[in-house]
């Protein structure tokens, strides 16, 4: 789900806390070993969005525990570290992988993949961290979108333009689910001031270097569960930091998976409600997606 990658939106807040600090500002580019853990990390994640595709969990976090999903009915949105308090090292850098639940009380399918597979609007639903998003073509493989994300920290405006890619798959007229994953990520050196330029990929000073996200989603109890798993790769922190500046990015990775799920559901009852302007997608929507072979 794009928004939730996006699309997800807004856990842009991931690794930006660490911006806070003069230390760590200097310019620190993304290493080969760092990337091969990350895509090591991204094959597990999708390797484990298959054991609950084929039954060997259930197929919403949300049904995992007996509480949740009566939570989420009563409005609640519920956020969790998925493994190692939120973040997880690996040479060089951090993983960020958190996982949050919603419910959209009158929802169904089609309503909320017209929010979620509208990607020329996130730049409208997810305002202001997601300052600007275009469709960028439709192919075989899944639509391509782009993003640009902004965030102010202090006294430091960090900001990145992201490609991505997503695949949406239906499982059965009651449930799907959406991967979205950046194909090119690019830092915005001086955004919105003189001087702005976009550094080449993968150089600058690490706020963001790479997201991949999950979304889960299934009809029933009178509207539709949303799930998204966001994952994201940034800079690490330095020894000295780790014990202050990694509580306040759990903080704000919290904070910022709350909030788009948030939006999402406010996006997709508004819709509901009242038809919308033709929106550019690729596809139809998501009732009408293909099966699972």
Known sequence: MGSQASRAVRMVAFGWMAAASPSV????????ATLAAWNDYVRKTDAGMQTRL????????ADEAPERAARLRHGQILVAPVAGGGILQVPDGLIHHWIGAAFLPG?????????????ARYK????PVVADSK???CSEVGPQFSMIWQHRVLFVTAAVRGEYEASDIAVDGNRGYDTVTNT?????QNYGETGERLLPPDQGRGFLWRMHSIARYEQRDGGVYLELEAVALTRDVPDSLRWLVNPVMNHLSNDALAITLRETRDAVGRAEQAASAPAERCHS???SRRAVE
């Open 107 to 119: 929802a169904t399918l089609v309503g909320v993949g017209g929010v979620i597979h509208d990607y």
């Open 25 to 32: 500002l200097r310019a620190v580019d993304l290493h080969p």
């Open 135 to 137: 469709l960028l073509a």
């Open 184 to 188: 090119r990520m690019q830092e915005i």
């Open 54 to 61: 084929h039954g060997k969990r259930s197929f919403l976090w």
């Open 285 to 287: 929507p998501i009732s």
């Open 124 to 127: 409208d639903v997810f305002k």
